[in-house]
């Protein structure tokens, strides 16, 4: 009932910046709080950041804190992570999700957007 698009993905030397974007559509009224997760090849999928998409309030695991930056422009109906500062451990295939509560684990979510890949060299 509700679809999600991430995009913005792309190789970039460390240090550099990304913007990713999660463009949401469809029954969006009952999702409360957009988080954006990674996952590396044989790797559990990792917390990243969450907001809440009416009041903004943000959340971030303790690795990105500082360097990324979660928001959201509900007119358009879509979230950003701006991603600064970018290691080569930050390569993953990026994925957003919503659902009716925040949280960090990927349980709390139920809708999910087929990912953007996120390539960092050294």
């Known amino acids: 009932q509700v679809q999600l698009v991430e995009s913005g993905g792309g190789l970039v030397q460390a240090g550099g910046s990304l913007r990713l974007s999660c463009a949401a559509s469809?029954?969006?009224?009952?999702?409360?709080?957009v988080g954006w997760f990674r996952q590396a090849p044989r790797k559990e999928r990792e917390f990243v950041a969450t907001i809440n998409w009416a009041t903004g309030r943000t959340y971030y695991a303790d690795c990105v804190k500082g360097r990324f930056t979660i928001s959201r422009d509900n007119a358009k109906n879509t979230v950003y992570l701006q991603m600064n500062g970018l290691e080569p451990e930050d390569t993953d295939v990026y994925y957003c999700?919503?659902?009716?509560?925040?949280?960090?684990?990927?349980?709390?979510?139920?809708?999910w957007g087929q990912g953007t890949k996120v390539t960092v060299s050294s």
């Open positions: 999700a919503t659902g009716p509560l925040a949280g960090i684990i990927s349980s709390a979510y139920r809708y």
């Open positions: 469809g029954r969006t009224s009952s999702s409360n709080a």
